[in-house]
């Protein structure tokens, strides 16, 4: 599934920059590229970048990007990684492996298996662009983005949540299966710009697995009873209109609630910082949300209307200046451990501490609350507004 952004000037950019040149412009949009020497014409609309490629063009942008994802991994040595070396044995069916798992890890291809095995499994997943896009955005290098894929898809487990969304072929409408997977998939675009940003991303992917892991797991399970009402209330009705669709309701939570997990990072990190049980930062972090109101701000920010790359881009930076501002305000507060022992104590010590700039914030706040939805300057506003709580 491509991701939104994918019309077809992402296909002339990805595929021009994979594979060779564009060697014509026509004033209609359409250019052509030259292909390992064949012209192959890509229409540019020049009014609207939403209008998805044709499937021949989804094509050959899905063989040129793996292809060339497949390259930086052999040229990063991505394959000598412990963690993505297992991929090896899972290529093979499992009577190879039982009978030959002495071969298998002796094979003269082992590097190059593995990268096909690690390409084919990321993309086929996360769509074509999924790479190219963090490699525009973030700067980071294709070899990073799949490291950074990869540690998210193992913290979250989100393998058996796809696995458990196909095994609902012929059961369940096409569409419903659709939009569970664009919801984890949000999940899994988030966690891995939250990787690219972090010091994490250097550090052994055994490790950083084996830390985050079991803390989300926890936070998964008491995610419902820290959340504030109305992102409680959303939660529930989307699983309800999953379950009344035919999802098994255990299936239907946690799809409905897996974009909301991903604070479970910052969570867990916070947490390692100040030395303190997970659970004990995650009641600040969801109480501290639900008093400045910014699960609101980020339903607005998620709303807010236009078409394009460059909107897109700019929608995701208030998103991620908003996670920002709720981890350090969190750390903040955590931070005060000397003056209340319980979360709530924190908060209000903190909140009396900031009372002049909490005050204007949250007039701000209930004046854009009362009136029609917000648009991204008014919300600019409010961020820079609670940045001086910071």
Known sequence: MLPRRSGYASVAAVIGRLSGTVVERHGDGACVIDVEGVGYEVFVPTRSLAVLPEPPERAVLLAYSKMQIYDELLAAGIPEEPTIATALERYFPVPLRER?????????LRREIIATHVTNSMVNRVGSTFVHGFVDS???????VVRAYLLQREIFELVPQWQAIEALDNRVPDEVQAEMLILVGRLAVRATGWFLRSSRLGEDMTSTISHFRPQVENLRAALSGLLDADSR???????????????????????ASSELLFAALDIVEIAGRARVPEMHVATVYFALAEALHLPWLRACIGKLSGVGHWRALARAAM???????????????????GTGSTPQELIAAWCEAHASALGRAQRLLAELRAGPAPDQSMLAVALRELRNLA
């Open 100 to 108: 030959f798992a002495r071969h298998i890890r002796a094979h003269a």
């Open 138 to 144: 973030t700067g980071a290098s294709p070899a990073d």
């Open 233 to 255: 209330a959303q939660v529930d009705t989307l699983a309800e209109g999953f379950t009344s669709r035919g999802v098994p309701e255990p299936l239907a939570r946690a799809v």
């Open 319 to 337: 998103r991620d200046d908003l996670a920002g501002l709720q981890r350090t305000l969190t750390a903040q507060v955590v931070a005060g451990v």
